[in-house]
């Protein structure tokens, strides 16, 4: 049942361009319309919208960080994401035209489910990513939009977040459209790239012998790894540093790579690895630039360098000790191509410690209590 793989978790990696697919199936138009009708939240429910809470755990909260970053610049929403558990402790403002998005692969996730219920009775809106038909978080929202990942067996999530982040941005461009947002040229153009993702992870998958070489090699013994990035590269360090916690037992985490010097920093040494996240150098302002900075400032404290850029960007080649190359993305689009060396490097370091990959220690596929 594992399909010929070692792993469920390696088998659900390999299924994620299908993931990227069958989420954006019947929902994105080949002539790029968004047709989310299934959606059961009216236009003018959508238009009333003031604010929204993004609520979730783990690597669905990652999710729900990268979704912000196209709410906010696509439709001018504030929008705000918090870990479910804290959400519900510190008296948030909600109201009526307050919309709450319930990020779970699992359905239920207690934190997220009570997050949602307190959200509920101050009289939001709540609209469920979920990625199982029929679970609790779903059925106590107003709507839903499902993920299509099939089930996800491996303990460490892989699949679903990929398509968590397909269905956020499907959110966010119907959002824009119902609300009038000027579609410009930038807006038609992530459109078309939506489309072409699912042959960009499946050009990624591709290209992952090299890192499993690294992984084995370089990764395999380190105490500690850090992971670095700005913009949506940020969330995409904490999944990389979630997974190798999680999965490999190593000190992991991910930092704002603009924090670093005030006092991250301190952490490294020549025995740190650094994995840093690259944004694409065609992006907006000087975001590529800023990291490539970063890079030389950990280097310079003699750490040794996994970096993750797009294909065809020279500058980075110097400062890197070990480089991964991904296809040119758009920057808000990027995550699902630079998560995927990130699942494939923790997955590989942990096997190769003899570890079980789909079954980590202590760990649960569905959190049902608080
Ligand atoms: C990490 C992981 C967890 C889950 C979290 C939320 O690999 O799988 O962090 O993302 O427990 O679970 P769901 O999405 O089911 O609410």
Redesign the pocket.
């Known amino acids: 049942e594992k399909g010929g793989y070692d792993w469920f978790m390696l088998k659900e990696i390999a299924e994620q361009p299908a993931v990227v697919a069958d989420t954006l199936r019947g929902r994105l138009t080949d002539t790029g319309q968004i047709v989310l009708d299934e959606v059961r939240l009216s236009d003018q429910d959508l238009r009333d919208v003031t604010k929204i809470f993004i609520i979730?755990?783990?690597?669905?909260a990652y999710a729900g960080m990268i979704a912000k970053y196209a709410i906010e610049h696509w439709t001018r929403i504030p929008c705000e994401v918090e870990l479910a558990s804290e959400f519900r402790y510190r008296d948030p403002v909600l109201d009526r035209s307050t919309l709450v998005i319930a990020?779970?692969?699992?359905?239920?996730?207690m934190d997220?489910l009570m997050a949602l219920r307190h959200a509920k009775d101050q009289h939001a809106r709540i609209l469920a990513i979920c990625n199982t038909i029929g679970s609790t978080i779903p059925r106590e929202s107003d709507a839903v939009l499902y993920t299509r990942a099939g089930v996800e067996i491996a303990?460490?999530?892989t699949k679903?977040f990929l398509a968590q982040i397909v269905a956020c941005y499907l959110i966010a461009l119907h959002l824009a459209s119902v609300r009038g947002v000027k579609w410009g040229d930038e807006v038609s153009l992530i459109v078309n790239q939506l489309r072409e993702m699912p042959g960009k992870v499946d050009q990624v998958l591709d290209t992952m012998q090299p890192v499993r070489d690294l992984a084995r090699e370089h990764l395999s013994d380190a105490r500690q790894v850090l992971f670095i990035g700005r913009h949506v590269g940020f969330p995409v360090a904490l999944e990389g540093a979630?997974?190798l916690k999680?999965l490999a037992y190593i000190n992991a985490e991910g930092f704002a790579a603009g924090e670093l010097k005030h006092g991250p920093i301190a952490l490294i040494g020549q025995d740190t690895p650094v994995v840093a996240i690259v944004p694409s150098p065609a992006g907006r302002d000087s975001l590529h630039g800023k990291v490539i900075s970063n890079i030389q400032e950990v280097r310079a404290r003699g750490a040794k360098t996994i970096v993750i850029a797009e294909e065809g960007d020279e500058a980075v080649v110097p400062f890197a000790d070990h480089l991964v190359r991904v296809p040119r993305t758009p920057t808000l689009l990027a995550p699902l191509v630079t998560t995927v060396p990130l699942q494939v490097l923790a997955c590989e370091v942990a096997a190769s410690k003899g570890l079980d990959v789909d079954q980590p220690r202590n760990l649960a596929k569905?959190?049902t209590v608080e």
């Open positions: 979730a755990c783990g690597t669905s990020i779970s692969q699992s359905g239920e996730t997220t303990v460490a999530s679903a979630l997974k999680e569905s959190v």
